[in-house]
């Protein structure tokens, strides 16, 4: 018979599978790409996600810079993701 244990997830959504130590969760909190404190490629207004389409391979990409497949965190030109939703509004 399965038991009820108490889980812990990341707060800003990204993904990342649950831990059932709160202290365990918060160091990932401190870290995530989503954490827009750590000004990474995930939680930039500029960052963009291109699907693979089966011709040629998909990709992070930024409307600013060229990533070279490596995401960053404390970048110079992120925004947050809402100023671009506003532009286009």
């Known amino acids: ?3 009820l244990v108490r889980a812990w997830a990341c ?3 990204c993904g990342y599978k649950v831990q059932t130590s709160k202290v365990r969760m918060k160091e990932h909190e401190d870290w ?3 954490n827009p404190v750590n000004r990474a490629c995930k939680s930039c ?3 963009l996600l291109q699907e693979s389409d089966g011709s040629e391979p998909g990709g992070s990409y ?3 810079d060229n990533l070279g497949g490596k995401l960053r965190q404390d970048c110079e030109k992120w ?3 809402s100023e671009t939703e506003a532009e286009n509004a």
């Open 1 to 3: 018979m399965p038991r």
């Open 11 to 13: 707060q800003f959504r």
């Open 32 to 34: 995530c790409y989503m």
């Open 45 to 47: 207004g500029r960052y």
């Open 62 to 64: 930024c409307d600013e």
């Open 79 to 81: 925004i947050p993701e």
